[in-house]
């Protein structure tokens, strides 16, 4: 394993929605990969399904009401059930700001995935676009419903 692969993506956006709104949305574990009609509970474990990438098992590990949900899953690992050594820690703070809701996103651990260096480098690449177009689609999706 290398030292010197960036081991976290970070982005944030300004939401023209309410903080229970933002709350609503983030709390749906895998809603980046897909709906799953499902709130987080500190401990479960739900399957989220993607038809082109399959199936990511995607585990709710805090929850501090209103600010802050962190999630656990294994997104270079298709299909794989959850497991020290294949997830990466993705976590969601809300911050209330005058003109809406502040939202970031912080997904870490890819430098100690226990993988061939191509594969982590590959899973920080495509985490890192995918999450630019996340945030643009979770945005536009509160704002509407705002």
């Known amino acids: 394993m290398t030292t010197d692969m960036q081991d976290r993506i970070e982005r944030e956006t300004l939401i023209a ?17 897909a709906p799953t009609g499902v709130t987080a509970v500190p401990g479960e474990t739900i399957v989220a399904h993607h038809d082109e990438y399959g199936d990511f098992p995607v585990q709710v590990e805090k929850i501090d009401p209103k600010s802050y949900v962190s999630y656990r899953w294994a997104s270079a690992f298709s299909g794989q059930e959850l497991r020290e ?56 999706r509160a704002e509407e419903a705002a």
């Open 17 to 33: 929605a309410s903080q229970d709104r933002v709350w609503s949305l983030v709390t749906e574990p895998g809603f980046w990969v």
């Open 85 to 140: 050594g294949i997830t990466t820690l993705i976590e969601f703070t809300l911050t209330p700001e005058a003109d809406g809701t502040r939202l970031r996103v912080v997904e870490s651990g890819f430098a100690s995935l226990d993988a061939p260096d191509e594969q982590r480098r590959g899973a920080l690449k495509d985490n890192t676009g995918g999450w630019e177009q996340v945030m643009d689609a979770f945005k536009k």
